[in-house]
Nanobody, 124 residues
Framework: QVQLVESGGGLVQVGGSLRLACEAS????????VGWFRQAPGKEREFVAG????????EYRDSVKGRFTISRDSATYTHYLQMNNLKSEDTAVYYC?????????????????WGQGTQVTVSS
């Protein structure tokens, strides 16, 4: 059973930066696609960024393109989400997730393992 733990959230001003990390333990998840999702109060959880199992493909939702970068440390298989030029609408709980498969999926239903989430609050 894969267990995921996110870290790096916090309070930041508009225009600031944060780097989220997602560490895994247990099970075997090397080679699986990983996604970052977020959920704001009263809204559905949405896809933010993903990286394929091989690491060669990344995808981003339009609202974060050019500001967020997903990456992987191949040695530790820790995944990161670098978030720059943060906006108030980026405020949400951020989750990392992995799935049985190498392809990036945007649907939450395609992901079998989730972290507990980390709060990101962007103040104006």
């Amino acid at each position: 059973q894969v267990q995921l733990v996110e870290s790096g959230g916090g309070l930041v001003q508009v225009g600031g930066s944060l780097r989220l990390a997602c560490e895994a333990s247990g099970g075997t998840w090397r080679g699986a696609a990983v996604g970052w999702f977020r959920q704001a109060p009263g809204k559905e959880r949405e896809f933010v960024a993903g990286i394929s199992g091989g690491g060669g493909v990344t995808e981003y939702r339009d609202s974060v393109k050019g500001r967020f970068t997903i990456s992987r440390d191949s040695a530790t298989y820790t995944h990161y989400l670098q978030m720059n030029n943060l906006k108030s609408e980026d405020t949400a709980v951020y989750y990392c997730a992995t799935r049985h498969g190498t392809l990036i999926e945007w649907s939450t239903q395609k992901y079998a393992f989730w972290g507990q989430g980390t709060q990101v609050t962007v103040s104006s």
